[in-house]
């Protein structure tokens, strides 16, 4: 039984490795995506970028959480990568990091039409408010974050995160200049929804303040 238990253990090890490789392999090659968003794509960034991804790599923990892995390898990771590939090939920080801002921004661009387009009518008003409560929990997860909820009512759906794991993640690889940027895509995918729905935020984390205050609000004729 021993015998069976350690091989089963060594072969979800073995998976959990493939499945690290995998992932990481897949998020240094979304950089080159990042700096063509950004039209900085040059093949000596392109190299710079990748192998400044594999050294941020080697440096974080690896998350047990499957969500958290996806962020790091695709989130975190490719943003700080592309962050150090341009400060060390003589860009400065504020460059660089109106660079990330650049990248998220564009390639945020076709969530936020769909999301115009999704509340455009009140039939997709309605459950854009219910995905709120429902996704936000599951794409931005304990313990990665720490959300608080403040309301889950039809017409207003509200919570405080005092954690998150990108921002603490881009400070362990001293790239934390970066996380306003992420912060940004919020206002690039909300600011211009249907006017019924109402997106408000008074600070975040990463621009010093104690907590991302979150809120929709969903305004109707018998609300206004």
Request: proline share 6%.
């Given at each position: ?15 959990a490795?493939v ?6 392999r ?10 063509r ?15 400044a991804?594999?050294r ?5 923990p ?5 969500v ?7 989130s ?9 590939a ?8 504020a ?8 990248a ?24 854009f ?8 929990p599951?794409?931005f ?25 990108d ?8 790239a ?22 109402r997106w408000?935020?008074?600070?975040t ?13 969903h ?6």
């Amino acid at each position: 039984m021993g015998a069976l238990l350690e091989g089963a253990m060594a072969g979800s090890y073995a998976t959990a490795l493939v499945a690290r490789a995998g992932l990481l392999r897949a998020g240094a090659a979304s950089t080159q995506v990042w700096l063509r968003a950004a039209h900085r794509d040059t093949p000596r960034l392109r190299q710079a970028a990748r192998a400044a991804y594999r050294r941020h790599a080697a440096r974080l923990p690896w998350p047990t959480h499957r969500v958290l892995r996806l962020h790091q390898a695709f989130s975190v990771l490719p943003g700080a990568a592309v962050y150090t590939a341009l400060t060390e090939h003589g860009g400065t920080s504020a460059d660089a990091t109106r660079t990330v801002h650049h990248a998220l921004t564009v390639m945020a661009r076709p969530r936020a039409r769909l999301f115009r387009r999704l509340t455009a009518t009140e039939r997709g008003r309605r459950p854009f408010m219910r995905a709120a409560v429902v996704a936000s929990p599951r794409l931005f997860p304990d313990p990665g974050w720490h959300a608080h909820w403040r309301d889950r009512s039809p017409g207003r759906v509200a919570f405080d995160m005092t954690r998150c794991y990108d921002l603490d993640m881009l400070r362990l690889l001293d790239a934390a200049a970066i996380a306003p940027a992420y912060c940004a895509v919020e206002d690039a995918l909300y600011s211009h929804l249907h006017p019924q729905i109402r997106w408000h935020r008074t600070g975040t984390l990463a621009t010093g303040s104690t907590r991302c205050d979150f809120c929709f609000t969903h305004q109707t004729p018998d609300t206004g």
